[in-house]
């Protein structure tokens, strides 16, 4: 199985000024236009040939999805039936087939872990078709923020290289980035199902203390943001250091703590690719789930969803890669580091 790399990103302590510009209050409404042109947005990418949105339409998008987030807790509070939807990374033609799979968006609620961009090649289509639906459908699409939703990491990974050469410069990466800061940091499904893209804190004994947290910026470097972001499970008991550089390992006798102290009965997170498409640790109590097959279009991985019906029941959709409608051009991170996908 091939190896895919991946380590802690590049630190970046001064954000640029017009961050803060999304951080006020904004009309949680949208107005018809803004649906119009979701809608059209829609159309153009989800049909190929893909014609992608120019930059004022970008623009548009992004500022109507972020009306929507600056409503949204840190935590969404959720109801089955929804499809829980692990990694993406780009893999834009494996995002449609997924669509198809869990069937259409005005019918099924789905909820995507994070890490929508990075390493496939689709990166900017991917990112704006999941903006469009959630902007068109907002009880019905949720998103949250994984680790490569972030300015470092998408300058080292192919998202900021993908928006230059489609766009001819950064200002449609800019703006998906200060949307980036908007995204949630969790969700709840039945108050008993957490969804998260990394794992736990130990800083967070109780889901309360995400509520009051300042998620509106840059992914700090540690803390319980980052820890949410980039922790894993690991088989040994306790809390230990990350190799990843960020976030934590937890054992088994964490997660059984913090579930039954918050009423959990799972925990469904993503963040490192399972080769069958998900993979069960402690149990039942965790899953992570991952849905880019092949991921990076050379690992052979399968992929899954989570599909949680009205009755509390799931089960998983296993898939494979979608052939390509054009030749792959992956991209390489800045640095080659170490390997912790298990």
Partial sequence: MARIVESNFPSHHCLPSDVADLRIEMMSALCPEAMNDADRLVENLRHVPVRLPRELEVRQLCRSL????????????????????????????????????????????????????????????????LAALKVRHPAQVSLLRGNHECRSATRSYGFYEECLSRYGSANVWRMCCRVFDL?????????????????????????????????????????????????????????????????????????????RANGISLICRAHQLAQDGFRWHFGQLLVTIWSAPNY??????????????????????????????????PRKPKKRCRQFFQ
């Fill in 296 to 329: 990076c279009y050379r690992c052979g991985n399968k992929a899954a969803i989570l599909r949680l019906n009205a009755a509390g029941d799931y089960d998983f959709k296993v898939f494979e890669a979608q052939a390509l409608h054009s030749e792959p051009q």
């Fill in 183 to 259: 995204l949630p940091l969790a969700a709840i499904i039945d108050g008993n199902i957490l969804c998260v893209h990394g794992g736990l804190s130990p800083d967070m004994q109780r889901l309360d203390d995400l509520r009051s947290l300042d998620r509106c910026h840059e992914i700090p470097e540690s803390g319980i943001i980052a820890d949410l972001l980039w922790s894993d499970p690991q088989e040994a008991p306790g809390w230990a250091a990350s190799p990843r550089g960020h976030g934590k390992l937890f054992g088994g006798d964490v997660v059984e703590e913090f579930t």
């Fill in 66 to 129: 972020s009306d929507l987030l600056v409503g949204e807790s840190n935590l969404l509070s959720l109801q089955s039936p929804q499809i829980v939807c692990g990694d993406i990374h780009g893999q834009f033609e494996d995002l449609l087939h997924l669509l198809e799979l869990g069937g259409s968006v005005q019918e099924h609620r789905y909820l995507f872990l994070g890490d929508l961009v990075d390493r496939g090649k689709n990166s900017v289509e991917t990112f704006l078709l």
